[in-house]
C-alpha cells in the first residue's frame, strides 16, 4: 500500500464510501477512469442491479459463512481476527491502517482481542 499512496494515477475507492453513497461513488469512480459523466439515473440502475441484496438474497448484516459476499457491512472485519492473527496483521498493516484512517493508532488490535475474548 505505501507504494500507492499519494500517487496520482491511482483512483482510491473505499468499501465504506461504496456503502455510503454507492451511486455518487460509482459516478466518480467512472469520471476519474474515463473522463465521462454517468447519469444519476443509469448510476442507481446499476446500483440496485448489483446489490448486496440483489447479489446474496440477503440483507446487509444478514451472514452467510460459505458465501463470497459474506455480511455486507462496514467495520466487521477485525471481529474475525484470532489474537495472533491481529498481532500479525497490526505489525504488518498497523502504520497504513492508521495512514488510510480506519485506526486513530495501534490499539485497535488489544480492543479487538477484548472482543474476541469476549465473544468466546
Same mark, same amino acid.
Given at each position: 500500500?505505501?507504494?500507492?499512496?499519494?500517487?496520482?494515477?491511482?483512483?482510491?475507492?473505499?468499501?465504506? +464510501?461504496?456503502?455510503?453513497?454507492?451511486?455518487? !461513488?460509482?459516478?466518480? &469512480?467512472?469520471?476519474?477512469?474515463? *473522463?465521462?459523466? $454517468?447519469?444519476?439515473?443509469?448510476?442507481?440502475?446499476?446500483?440496485?442491479?448489483?446489490?448486496?441484496?440483489?447479489?446474496?438474497?440477503?440483507?446487509?448484516?444478514?451472514?452467510?459463512?460459505?458465501?463470497?459476499?459474506?455480511?455486507?457491512?462496514?467495520? +466487521?472485519?477485525?471481529?474475525?481476527?484470532?489474537? !495472533?492473527?491481529?498481532? &500479525?496483521?497490526?505489525?504488518?498493516? *498497523?502504520?497504513? $491502517?492508521?495512514?488510510?484512517?480506519?485506526?486513530?493508532?495501534?490499539?485497535?488490535?488489544?480492543?479487538?482481542?477484548?472482543?474476541?475474548?469476549?465473544?468466546?
Amino acid at each position: 500500500m505505501q507504494k500507492w499512496l499519494g500517487r496520482s494515477d491511482v483512483i482510491y475507492v473505499r468499501y465504506e +464510501d461504496l456503502r455510503q453513497n454507492t451511486a455518487q !461513488e460509482l459516478q466518480r &469512480i467512472v469520471h476519474e477512469l474515463t *473522463g465521462q459523466t $454517468l447519469s444519476s439515473e443509469h448510476a442507481k440502475t446499476i446500483v440496485d442491479e448489483f446489490s448486496f441484496e440483489r447479489q446474496s438474497g440477503r440483507k446487509p448484516g444478514e451472514e452467510s459463512k460459505n458465501s463470497f459476499l459474506r455480511k455486507g457491512i462496514v467495520g +466487521d472485519w477485525p471481529n474475525y481476527f484470532s489474537k !495472533e492473527a491481529c498481532e &500479525i496483521f497490526n505489525y504488518y498493516a *498497523g502504520d497504513i $491502517l492508521i495512514q488510510l484512517g480506519y485506526e486513530q493508532d495501534h490499539s485497535w488490535c488489544e480492543t479487538t482481542n477484548m472482543i474476541l475474548a469476549i465473544g468466546r
